[in-house]
T-cell receptor, first 111, second 116 residues
Framework: DAKTTQPPSMDCAEGRAANLPCNHS???????VYWYRQIHSQGPQYIIH???NNETNEMASLIITEDRKSSTLILPHATLRDTAVYYC????????????FGPGTRLSVLP | EAGVVQSPRYKIIEKKQPVAFWCNPI?????LYWYRQNLGQGPELLIR????????DSQLPKDRFSAERLKGVDSTLKIQPAELGDSAVYLC??????????????FGPGTRLTVL
């Protein structure tokens, strides 16, 4: 079973920041938080991951609360191409372990 | 750098027919995964290979599904015979161990199977 809870859907205006929440209240100390997204008819695409510190890359920022029980993925300036299903996944720090995907959040970026 | 390649992209067959999917992982990636994604759900792991060895096939329905990765590079997933419930997208992913203890899996575009 997935260890995360995400809202099933969200809307965001084009050009605005999209903030996608994820609850992972049972996360263990050796589990990372990963975010993937899946655009229609494509395979999942890696976005970002983190353990306890906030992370930023060219795609997004990941904010993890101090108690690590929740996190937020931030797309700073959403575009229409960011419309996708976003998956938040917690995963042990062990090479090769599979990702357990939940249903994710369907983000619709509106013009 | 080329991504994970899968073929065919789409396949329509009648039930009880066999079907095969092919995957070519990213060059140098020794770990290969097959996932199945049902409509409206997230992907679920079927099998994981480390080089040519299947190290986790606990979720693979072995009565009708088989997979191989003979030379530790390309892989084939087969269903024989296919059933209506096998209609799904079959995703291949690959990863490589780096100096860090964690890894990132890169997914192909998937094969959409429709069983009639």
């Amino acid at each position: 079973d997935a260890k995360t809870t995400q809202p099933p859907s969200m809307d965001c205006a084009e050009g605005r920041a999209a903030n996608l929440p994820c609850n992972h209240s049972t996360i263990s100390g050796n589990e990372y938080v990963y975010w993937y997204r899946q655009i229609h008819s494509q395979g999942p695409q890696y976005i970002i991951h983190g353990l306890k510190n906030n992370e930023t890359n060219e795609m997004a920022s990941l904010i993890i609360t101090e108690d690590r029980k929740s996190s937020t993925l931030i797309l700073p300036h959403a575009t229409l191409r960011d419309t996708a299903v976003y998956y938040c996944i917690v995963r042990v720090v062990d090479y090769g372990q599979n990702f357990v995907f939940g249903p994710g959040t369907r983000l619709s970026v509106l013009p | 750098e080329a991504g994970v390649v899968q073929s065919p992209r789409y396949k329509i067959i009648e039930k009880k027919q066999p079907v095969a999917f092919w995957c070519n992982p990213i060059s140098g990636h020794n770990t290969l995964y097959w996932y199945r994604q049902n409509l409206g759900q997230g992907p679920e792991l079927l099998i994981r290979y480390e080089n040519e060895e299947a190290v986790d096939d606990s979720q693979l329905p072995k009565d009708r599904f088989s997979a191989e990765r003979l030379k530790g590079v390309d892989s084939t997933l087969k269903i024989q015979p296919a059933e209506l419930g096998d209609s799904a997208v079959y995703l291949c992913a690959s990863s490589v161990r780096t100096g860090a203890s964690t890894d990132t899996q890169y997914f192909g575009p998937g094969t959409r199977l429709t069983v009639l």
